[in-house]
């Protein structure tokens, strides 16, 4: 299944759980194929810009609650 996600989309890695705000598209080539990555700002350490690109398979959306707009304040205000 593909998953397509969109510039300011919450997402949620599925092993790790590290919630996060897309900013950005990429691809990686995986043997002979390209796969679509995700560029992803993560919203659980403010003060500090963690960005990480990974294959966007290992992600799924993730609601807005009110835990990921204390995050996203949080983070927007450091």
């Known amino acids: 299944m593909k998953v397509m996600f969109n510039i300011g989309d919450r997402v949620r890695q599925k092993k ?3 919630v996060g705000e897309v900013i950005g ?3 990686e080539l995986i043997g002979k194929n390209y796969q ?3 560029k992803v700002l993560f919203l659980e350490s403010p ?3 963690t ?3 990974d294959i966007s398979t290992e992600w799924q959306p993730f609601q807005n609650s009110k ?3 204390e ?3 949080n983070y927007r205000s450091s």
């Open 67 to 69: 835990h990921t707009e």
């Open 16 to 18: 790790t759980g590290h």
């Open 25 to 27: 598209h990429g691809h």
């Open 71 to 73: 995050l996203t304040h």
């Open 51 to 53: 960005v990480v690109e």
């Open 47 to 49: 003060g500090k810009k």
């Open 36 to 38: 679509p990555t995700i």
